[in-house]
């Protein structure tokens, strides 16, 4: 089984930074990319970033110039560095994890972190 583990939610004001984690464990193995999703209340499900394990990154709309995704192959983490925090960017964060099996992709979701951004 895999877990993820969500960390770095919080409350900032506007400008401010924040940086999220998130820990997998379990049977991980081979490719497979990790992300950040956010929903904010009465909207879809949006894509934030996402890095494969072999370093390719992939950013949303919502993602691109004022945050930065990285990870850590030996942890198994995922960090997503936010600047620049707009209340906009107010939204439950969820970690998602792909692994990539021959002729298919398995998912799995964090139980996602609040970041809230005051004006």
């Known amino acids: 089984q895999v877990q993820l583990v969500e960390s770095g939610g919080g409350l900032v004001q506007a400008g401010g930074s924040l940086r999220l984690s998130c820990a997998a464990s379990?049977?991980?193995?081979?490719?497979?990319?990790m992300g950040w999703y956010r929903q904010a209340p009465g909207k879809q499900r949006e894509l934030v970033a996402r890095?494969?394990?072999?370093?390719?990154?992939t950013y949303g709309d919502s993602g691109k110039g004022r945050f930065t995704i990285s990870r850590d192959n030996v942890k198994n983490t995922v960090y997503l560095q936010m600047n620049s925090l707009k209340p906009e960017d107010t939204a439950v964060y969820y970690c998602?994890?792909?692994?990539?099996?021959?002729?298919?992709?398995?998912?799995?979701w964090g139980q996602g972190t609040q970041v809230t951004v005051s004006s």
């Open positions: 379990g049977n991980i193995f081979g490719i497979n990319v």
């Open positions: 890095i494969s394990s072999l370093g390719s990154t």
């Open positions: 998602n994890l792909d692994l990539l099996r021959p002729g298919m992709k398995v998912g799995y």
